[in-house]
């Protein structure tokens, strides 16, 4: 599964990220035969500190200001984004100037009216052409599993002034991954599985593929490609403007499911699509390349099964037409790189990667020095590091150095030699960025200031002169400015979020507190929230807030809204707690998160129960008789494995999204971690909730999507099924027809934070005692 994404995913939601905080209630304000806060809003006096649930899903407590979504232009010295012009009703493109942030509109929102209504074209994003000559415009779009990555796109000419919409005759919100040829003559699209090129002086549509169908997809991918991989866009333009090079999905023999919508008619539908779950048969996927007038495909002869080898990266070399592909064994394991000539459809291997237990994709390839060099990142040495490769394979040379990891790219300042990435060598909760130099030594230079703890974002120009630097730590919302290199020297603010700060201050909240727990001889990064009117001198009970897959982390000193869901369920008596257990997606080198292979499950409920032992240990206010755990997601799964498996120490759980077993869940981001179940079958019952049952004496609440296409409602029946087995009782909440993140249609949110709220009132009594 992949992030970012939900910045996300699959198996990973925060409940941090995007709820604000609701009716905050001490636990001595309410009377002890209140059944739960909500019943007596309407009664209570509104005053500093005592909030409406409402307040909170609408997200309106603490605001802040982003810098929107910002694109440097060629030229490295200035950005364009889209603002709205009050006075016609549109979207002005409007350019800004890093050094004195002299302001532009570049492209009137006049210029984008559709002269058949004489009304303008909402606006979704824009992509510029590479001479800055003509811009695409997307808009009417539609969801495609996660993302809208389907819609119309027209295509602004800013010589003549003339705008059109693309794909005249194919089926409305249909055009998937837009993007101009090279040299600015043609657009290239994905319309129902065939790539299409428009000539744009003619208008002339050519389908370039002819093959797709239901279960043959071209330039674009099934599910799990798109959900693991990242995987959507699936065709690049050559240099030259001559060619395209697209991936194919064959997903028949793929085992299909069923998704029954009981809800929108009388009579049921059903959404049937390709999802392979672990030990289960693949797409074939394989690459090849078509001219961009047409004609036959030619396919790269990779070897392997393609149902069991994996083609997750295709680019083309730059200023040449060489593919650059990986290819991954089913195992993930293995990155094979390939360079293959669109004269020769023979492609040479030049360089192998390799991992006990799994590698990652290598998203941030660079060439250098007439590309005679590319980069790769790479825990060879028991550390994530930056290395250049030779061209051949030979060479293989460190860019960064050190007991720490490099965590992810910044940008780079090729004139000067220097690369940027993010790291955090001495505190794992935090980010800050290093410059390292491209042919050096490997010696790493730290550039965020000293003096602001916390995690440091940055989106650089492209010549690596100038950067919009976002700033922020789970107290202080984001402060925005807009930094020159290499001395990282602030020029202006862009935004401040002051409001927002003293709005967050005036909640009168406890501040999330960092701390370390134990877990035998292992320190783990933690953090807890009390509630604001926290005695020392008494025991509160505990709520565990887990996620525990190697995916993400839940441990991070970043501004999170101001984490007022937490906030909001300390204040009704509890002190909420996170901890990040051995695998965490966290930069502590490649042992901390790989010891978890083939034991996905079992480790990190360990961690959860021996770190909430340790943290009663430490702190005298903690009450280990009442331990509640929730997550969602990969979360829910842990959340399961700790109320099973150490039900002396967890009393009370919620279990949101969950995998109950982990042969249903997809093949590639299971067997990433656990090999496939025919394989490692062990390790599959073991870390399988649904194998631990028999343990469960607490309270526990299950909610579930039946509309779930990632964790599919399947668990949910099957795990009720076996506890109805064995016996033991539970409580249950489904979602018709709510996806993975339960959040379409009116009064979802509402009614799941209200819901969990009160069982947790209900089931893990709440104050001190």
Request: aromatic letters at 12%; charged letters at 25%; proline letters at 5%.
């Amino acid at each position: 599964m992949n992030l970012t994404k939900f910045i996300t995913p699959a198996l990973f939601i925060t409940f941090a990220g995007n709820i604000a905080m609701a009716q905050i209630m001490p636990w001595e304000n309410r009377r002890e035969n209140d059944d739960n806060p909500f019943t007596q809003s309407a009664k209570q006096e509104v005053r500093k500190g005592h909030l409406l649930l409402e307040d909170v899903v609408n997200g309106n407590l603490v605001p802040t200001r982003g810098s929107g979504a910002i694109d440097w232009m060629k030229d490295g010295e200035r950005y364009s984004r889209l603002e709205p012009n009050e006075a016609t009703g549109g979207m002005d493109v409007v350019a800004y100037r890093a050094k004195d942030n002299r302001r532009e509109v570049i492209i009137p929102s006049s210029m984008f009216i559709d002269k058949s209504t004489g009304s303008h074209v909402p606006i979704r994003s824009i992509i510029w052409s590479n001479d800055n000559d003509k811009v695409l415009v997307y808009t009417n779009t539609r969801r495609v599993w996660r993302y809208d990555t389907r819609g119309d796109y027209w295509v602004l000419d800013l010589n003549d002034g003339t705008f059109r919409q693309l794909g005249k005759g194919l089926p409305e919100s249909s055009l998937m991954f837009a993007k101009f040829s090279p040299d600015g003559n043609n657009v290239a699209y994905v319309s129902q599985n065939n790539i299409y090129v428009e000539n744009l002086p003619t208008g002339n549509i050519k389908r370039i593929t002819d093959d797709g169908s239901d279960t043959i997809v071209n330039g674009t991918f099934d599910w799990v490609y798109e959900e693991e991989f990242g995987c959507r866009d699936g065709f690049r333009w050559s240099p030259d403007s001559k060619y395209i090079a697209y991936w194919q999905s064959d997903t028949e023999g793929t085992g299909t499911f069923d998704i029954i919508n009981n809800v929108d008619s009388i009579y049921p539908t059903i959404m049937h699509f390709p999802y392979p779950k672990a030990g289960s048969t693949n797409s074939a996927v394989k690459v090849g390349y078509v001219s961009a007038t047409g004609g036959p495909t030619s396919w790269i002869e990779l070897p392997g099964d393609p149902r069991n080898n994996y083609i997750p990266r295709m680019e083309f070399i730059p200023e040449s037409n060489e593919l650059f592909i990986q290819q991954m064994n089913r195992q993930q394991n293995t990155n094979n790189v390939w360079i293959a000539s669109l004269d020769d459809n023979a492609p040479r291997k030049i360089f192998t990667d390799t991992d006990a237990a799994w590698l990652d994709t290598n998203d941030n390839i660079l060439w250098l020095n007439d590309n005679n060099w590319f980069t790769w990142e790479s825990e060879r040495d028991g550390w994530r590091h930056l290395y250049r490769i030779s061209r051949d394979g030979n060479q293989i040379v460190p860019i960064t150095k050190g007991d720490f990891d490099y965590i992810s790219p910044v940008g780079t300042d090729l004139k000067k030699g220097l690369v940027y990435f993010i790291a955090s060598p001495d505190n794992y909760t935090q980010r800050y960025l290093y410059s390292a130099e491209l042919f050096g030594d490997g010696t790493v230079k730290r550039l965020s200031p000293a003096n602001q703890e916390g995690q440091h974002r940055y989106n650089m120009s492209p010549t690596g002169k100038w950067a919009v630097h976002t700033f922020s730590n789970a107290a202080t919302p984001s402060i925005i400015d807009m930094v020159s290199f290499p001395k990282h020297q602030s020029v202006r603010t862009i935004e401040d979020n002051a409001d927002a700060r003293e709005r967050y201050k005036a909640l009168g909240l406890n501040p999330k507190e960092f701390v370390k727990v134990k877990s035998g001889d292992l320190t783990l990064d933690a953090w807890m929230i009390k509630p604001v009117d926290f005695d020392s001198t008494k025991k509160y009970p505990v709520i565990v807030e887990v996620y525990g897959e190697p995916a993400s982390s839940t441990v991070q000193d970043v501004w999170g809204g101001g984490d007022l869901w937490n906030q909001y369920i300390a204040n009704l008596g509890y002190i909420v707690v996170s901890i990040d257990n051995r695998g965490a997606n966290v930069p502590r080198g490649r042992e901390w998160r790989k010891c978890i292979y083939g034991e996905v499950g079992t480790f990190a409920s360990e961690d959860q129960a021996r770190g909430v032992q340790d943290l009663a240990r430490q702190y005298s206010f903690i009450d280990s008789t009442r331990v509640g755990i929730t997550g969602w997601s990969g979360g829910g799964s842990q959340t399961l494995n700790s109320m099973f498996r150490y039900p002396d120490i967890f009393h009370t759980g919620i279990a949101i999204a969950f995998v109950a077993d982990q042969r249903t869940y997809d093949t590639i981001y299971q067997e990433r971690y656990m090999n496939t179940p025919q394989d490692n079958p062990e390790g599959y019952v073991k870390g399988s909730p649904i194998s631990h049952v028999e343990g469960l004496k607490g309270n526990l609440l299950l909610i579930h999507g039946t509309g779930d296409d990632n964790v599919h409602y399947q668990n949910c029946e099957l795990l009720v099924n076996e506890l109805i087995r064995h016996g033991k009782i539970f409580s249950q909440v489904s979602y018709p027809m709510r996806s993975h993140g339960i959040y379409e249609r009116p009064g979802t949110t509402l009614h799941l934070r209200k819901t969990m709220a009160k069982y947790w009132l209900d089931n893990l009594p709440a104050g001190p005692r």
